[in-house]
Structures are given as structure tokens and as C-alpha cells.
T-cell receptor
Framework: AQKVTQAQTEISVVEKEDVTLDCVYE???????LFWYKQPPSGELVFLIR??????QNEISGRYSWNFQKSTSSFNFTITASQVVDSAVYFC???????????????FGKGTKLSVKP | DAGVIQSPRHEVTEMGQEVTLRCKPISGHDYLFWYRQTMMRGLELLIY????????DSGMPEDRFSAKMPNASFSTLKIQPSEPRDSAVYFCASSLGNRDHYGYTFGSGTRLTVV
């Protein structure tokens, strides 16, 4: 079965703190893709990053960084020097290669609500 | 590109009424997805299309829900009759093929309230 677990329901930090959002996934497929999406208070879903299962290199984009570890089936997201504008719900998601199966779709975790206070 | 366009943004309707949600995918995208977001269940896939053909509708909650994609640039999700438990945010998303998996582009969503 495919599953994404975001154990942290809510996190609250003070501006400029670093924060890490955890994501653990389950799949039996050897080829899969992992994503992070941001949902700000306005409600839209904004794509942040995509990673395929063959690329375990960590990635950094400005204040954002992602740590992909296949050994622990984790794809964690760190925001460095958080800002109030980072306040949002963040979703981790899993996509397996084939659309043909009944579960061939983007499976989301429950999300982590991040509140950054000034 | 204008992105995935959904209408209306907000819909308030009375129980028993028919509701139609609309989606225009990104031009050239050959997959279209309808998701529903609720506090209890999070984001769940309702149905998806490939080249206008429904591929998997196992997530459609019951017969009151139906979805169509008459052409590559338009899809509808219809609820008839609507019930209060259908209140949720409905997202449409589109993507290009299953080769590169660049992820889905989501619309802004339709917030449905059934009273």
C-alpha cells in the first residue's frame, strides 16, 4: 500500500528559527516520486519540489532544503531562518510511476500546519 | 499560461440542489484530476482522466457524484442532489503525461458549502 505520514500536525516557531517538517512514506515500487506542496491561508496548492526515487541528493533552494533518505523512507523539509510568510500548511505527497493501477495517483499526507510568529 | 482555472471560487447551495463545478486544465496537459479536501479526510482523489477518458473513479464517494470531460479543455464535477456532508474544497489539477512526473498543477479550488 502507498502511504504518506506527516506526524507533526502543527508546529509553531518564532521568526528566524529553523524548522524541519517530517515526511515518511511507504511504497513497494522502486520507481516513485516525492513532492512537497505549500497551501497558504489563501487556499491554493503551490508546488515546491519534486524528487525521484533514484536521486538521493539533497537539494537547497534559498531558505528551503530537502533531505531525501531512502534507507529510512523519509523526505524531510527544512526552512532556515523562517519568516511570517512561511506560515502555511505543507503537504508531502507520493506518486508512483504508473497511472494504470487504481492507486496510481498523487497521495498526500495529512499536512503540517506551520505558524511563524513575529 | 493562466494555469488551471476553476469556477466558481465559492458556492453556497441548499441541500438537495444540483451543483456543478468547472475546470479548465493547462493547455497541452493530458491528465486531469479532481480532488476533495476536508478536515477529516485531507486531500483525496475523486477521479482522473487521461486524454478525456475517465481512468479511475474509485474515489467518487457515491452515485450522486459524476464527472465529465467532453474535450481537452474542460471538465465538470456534478453533485446531484447535494448534501451538507459534501461541503469541502474541490481542487482540479492537470499534468503532462506520465513520463516525467513534474507534478500536478492545481487550480485555486472551489469552496462548496451545502446548507
Amino acid at each position: 500500500a502507498q502511504k504518506v505520514t506527516q506526524a507533526q500536525t502543527e508546529i509553531s516557531v518564532v521568526e528566524k528559527e529553523d524548522v524541519t517538517l517530517d515526511c515518511v512514506y511507504e511504497t513497494r515500487d522502486t520507481t516513485y516520486y516525492l513532492f512537497w506542496y505549500k497551501q497558504p491561508p489563501s487556499g491554493e496548492l503551490v508546488f515546491l519540489i519534486r524528487r525521484n526515487s533514484f536521486d538521493e541528493q539533497n537539494e537547497i533552494s534559498g531558505r528551503y532544503s530537502w533531505n531525501f533518505q531512502k534507507s529510512t523512507s523519509s523526505f524531510n523539509f527544512t526552512i532556515t531562518a523562517s519568516q511570517v510568510v512561511d506560515s502555511a500548511v505543507y503537504f508531502c505527497a507520493l506518486l508512483t510511476r504508473d497511472y494504470g493501477g487504481s492507486q496510481g495517483n498523487l497521495i498526500f499526507g495529512k499536512g503540517t500546519k506551520l505558524s511563524v510568529k513575529p | 499560461d493562466a494555469g488551471v482555472i476553476q469556477s466558481p471560487r465559492h458556492e453556497v447551495t441548499e441541500m438537495g440542489q444540483e451543483v456543478t463545478l468547472r475546470c479548465k486544465p493547462i493547455s497541452g496537459h493530458d491528465y486531469l484530476f479532481w480532488y476533495r479536501q476536508t478536515m477529516m479526510r485531507g486531500l483525496e482523489l475523486l477521479i482522473y482522466f487521461n486524454n478525456n477518458v475517465p481512468i479511475d473513479d474509485s474515489g467518487m464517494p457515491e452515485d450522486r457524484f459524476s464527472a465529465k470531460m467532453p474535450n481537452a479543455s474542460f471538465s465538470t464535477l456534478k453533485i446531484q442532489p447535494s448534501e451538507p456532508r459534501d461541503s469541502a474544497v474541490y481542487f482540479c489539477a492537470s499534468s503532462l503525461g506520465n513520463r516525467d512526473h513534474y507534478g500536478y498543477t492545481f487550480g485555486s479550488g472551489t469552496r462548496l458549502t451545502v446548507v
